[in-house]
């Protein structure tokens, strides 16, 4: 098993890891996204969002969860793989899939001490803020690199290729 892949966790594993770093006084940041063709958007956001903690978890949506919610087409890249490549940034010290079409049970499971979106989000719009907010965490949201977004790519490759 190679170190990357050690990071992919199940839920179960992931509460009594997020369990071990709260009790080391660790700040647990989660983030959540489809992650389809990572790019340096997603790379800044996740970096920048480790950076508001101590360690950070990204749920990733099943690929049937993507298909649900953006199209039959998607994703691009199949769930394995886009969970290696986050599990590979050395900012990312956890990944956990979730076949909903929101992280909502995902974060009221593991309880993050801050839950992160871009601030192309409203915080009383994110999913799961209240909850956080509720058990005395925070909700934040973080600037975006203009012009980056996977559907940009995939509408590029189409009309160029």
Known sequence: MSNSSKKIL??????????????????????????????????????K???????????????????RLKGEKRPIV??????????AMEFVDAVCYFEED?????IEAICPDILVKGDDYKVENIVGADFVLAHGGEVKTISLVDGF????????????Y
């Open 49 to 67: 969002a480790r950076n508001l903690g101590s360690r950070l978890v990204v749920g990733l949506n099943t690929d049937t969860s993507v298909k």
């Open 10 to 47: 199940s839920l179960s594993d992931l509460q009594n890891q997020v369990k071990t770093w709260q009790s080391q006084n660790e700040k647990v940041v989660f983030s959540n996204g489809c992650f389809d063709i990572v790019h340096l958007g997603h790379i800044d956001y996740l970096e």
């Open 149 to 160: 977004s996977t559907s940009k790519i995939i509408d590029k490759i189409k009309n160029f």
């Open 78 to 87: 199949p769930e394995y793989a886009r969970a290696r490549m986050l599990a």
């Open 102 to 106: 929101t992280p909502k049970s995902l």
